[in-house]
């Protein structure tokens, strides 16, 4: 079993940037993938990104060249760099981990652009 602790939200103007991380339980390197989800108000919930054990990424389109995930093994965590960020990325941002047949999930945290 794995805990996850979402952090880094806050509101931003549009353009700025906020990097948001999620601290593991335990290490990461038992976790076969890291994903990324957001949920917006009024919105179905909408994947993001991930990052797999052997180091690859996928983005989704509304965010590829905007966002980054990535990871400190040293520190149980994985990052997601949010750049240039408009006011439809508004969503709590939550982590999920995958180990074998187990999915887990954070609580999240709010990220609102607004001006």
């Known amino acids: 079993q794995v805990q996850l602790v979402e952090s880094g939200g806050g509101l931003v103007q549009p353009g700025g940037s906020l990097k948001l991380s999620c601290a593991a339980s335990r290490s990461i390197v038992m976790i076969d993938e890291t994903d990324w989800y957001r949920q917006a108000p009024g919105k179905q919930r909408e994947w993001v990104a991930v990052?797999?054990?052997?180091?690859?990424?996928i983005y989704a389109d509304s965010v590829k060249g905007r966002f980054t995930i990535s990871r400190d093994s040293a520190k149980n965590t994985v990052y997601l760099q949010m750049n240039n960020l408009k006011p439809e990325d508004t969503a709590v941002y939550l982590c999920?981990?995958?180990?074998?047949?187990?999915?887990?999930w954070g609580q999240g945290t709010q990220v609102t652009v607004s001006s």
């Open positions: 990052l797999t054990r052997g180091g690859n990424t």
């Open positions: 999920t981990a995958n180990i074998g047949a187990n999915n887990y």
